[in-house]
């Protein structure tokens, strides 16, 4: 039988053990509704407090600025409609062609009741140009919306220098940094960021559990009504999951981006060896700016979606894009924005997670090998 190989660590990744040992006394033992006067409750409270306490330290941030949510499509949600909901007299917001699904399909929609998008484009890197992100802005702009880490490619964009664009324009400045986060250092303070939003099970969390990053005195309007998390959350607290996303962030503290470079060891080997054994690759994304555990690689005339079926039938998980897109039938979102010659070169995604191994590279690179040259004889 073939040992498993999870490469596919930007669609999620597996939850750490220490996470769910973590977890596990808040589902048998510790259920106290954290709103309950009692201690049963209150000692709950103060364990939530602590997981804030370490994503405060993570970004850089206060306590206070630390809002729990159920994942990162409803923190960029809650950002962008709060953001919309306090600038009623202005209609004008700055993206990309290349955000993360959360953000285009709230985009789409303001469209479709009468606001004005621009989304900015990118260059067949998928590079941003700055002088656009200054260009587009107008007096009814109020918002500009820009990841700080692509999913597909893994290019990582000039967020600090976007900040100062949104300040000097006193501009909202929206930053879903879901992919960055323990790969790119992150500081709201010094990358003049308002708010911002990450997810747990990218970083070794459980799914269902995401943060919001909220600047002190930024005008700020709930998505879901109620009193916990001071007004601004309302449900009562995924406690488990708050506490797991606590431990999974402690734990990348420690880390202090040593797996960053492990894993940026393994997708640089990985590269060198598939340059060396497969001829016509393309490699897409930023070669100077990318995500270390990430490559988007493809293979002239082979087929991502063959490709991608061959690879799994020897327990090998990758991904051709996006994970969130796999259910849409269309071609990637971010591909075509970067003018990618689909047909000829369509690439699958290899995203490596701290659980990786060289040994396993190496196997992949040997079926891979032969699963491309099989292909192509085909
Ligand atoms: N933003 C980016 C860039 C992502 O890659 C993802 C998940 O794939 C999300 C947002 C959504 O995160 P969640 O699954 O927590 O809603």
Redesign the pocket.
């Known amino acids: 039988m073939n040992p498993k190989i999870y490469f596919d660590n ?2 999620t990744t597996k939850c750490d053990e220490e996470v769910i040992n973590a977890m596990l006394p808040y589902l048998k033992e510790e259920y106290g509704n954290p709103s309950s006067i009692y201690s049963f409750g209150s000692s709950v409270k103060e364990s939530i407090q602590k997981a804030r306490k370490n994503i405060a330290e993570l970004l850089n941030a206060k306590e206070s600025e630390i809002i729990f949510t159920s ?4 923190s ?1 949600t809650t950002a962008i409609f709060s953001a919309v909901r306090n600038n009623p007299n202005k209609k004008h917001i700055i993206t990309t062609s290349v955000e ?1 699904a ?1 953000i285009m399909e709230a985009m789409k929609y303001l469209e479709s009741i009468g606001y004005d998008i621009t989304y900015l484009s990118v260059d067949e890197k998928g590079k941003l140009d700055l002088e656009e992100v200054k260009t587009a802005i107008t007096e009814d702009t109020f918002l500009i919306t820009i ?1 700080m880490a692509n ?1 597909e490619l893994g290019n990582i964009y000039p967020i600090k220098e976007i900040g100062e664009i949104a300040k000097t324009h006193h501009i909202l400045f929206h930053c ?1 940094a ?2 960055a986060v323990g790969k790119v250092k992150i500081d709201v303070m010094a990358m003049n960021i308002d708010t911002l ?1 990450l ?1 747990g ?2 970083i070794h969390a459980p ?1 269902g559990i ?1 943060v919001l990053y909220v600047k002190e005195n930024i005008p700020f309007i709930p998505l879901v009504f109620g009193h916990q998390e001071k007004n601004r959350r309302g449900g009562t607290e995924n406690v488990a999951y708050i506490i797991g996303l606590g431990k999974a962030t402690e734990l990348l503290l420690k880390d202090n981006f040593t797996t960053n470079q492990k894993m940026k060891q393994l997708r640089d080997e990985m590269e060198k060896q598939i340059q060396e054994k497969i001829s016509d690759i393309k490699i897409y994304g930023d070669m100077e700016n990318r995500l270390a555990n990430t490559s988007s690689i493809a293979f002239k005339n082979v087929n991502a979606e063959e490709l991608l079926v061959m690879l799994e039938s020897f327990s090998i998980f990758i991904s051709t894009g ?3 897109n796999s259910e849409i039938a269309e071609p990637s979102h971010v591909l075509t924005s970067c003018k990618a010659n689909l047909k000829e070169y369509s690439p699958i995604r290899i995203s490596f997670g701290k659980y990786n191994t060289k040994e396993e590279v190496e196997l992949f690179v040997k079926r891979l090998e032969n699963v491309v040259a099989m292909l192509r004889r085909k």
């Open positions: 930007n669609a994942c990162a499509s409803e960029n993360h959360s990841m999913n879903d879901v992919q939003s997810s099970h990218k799914k995401g996006s994970a969130c």
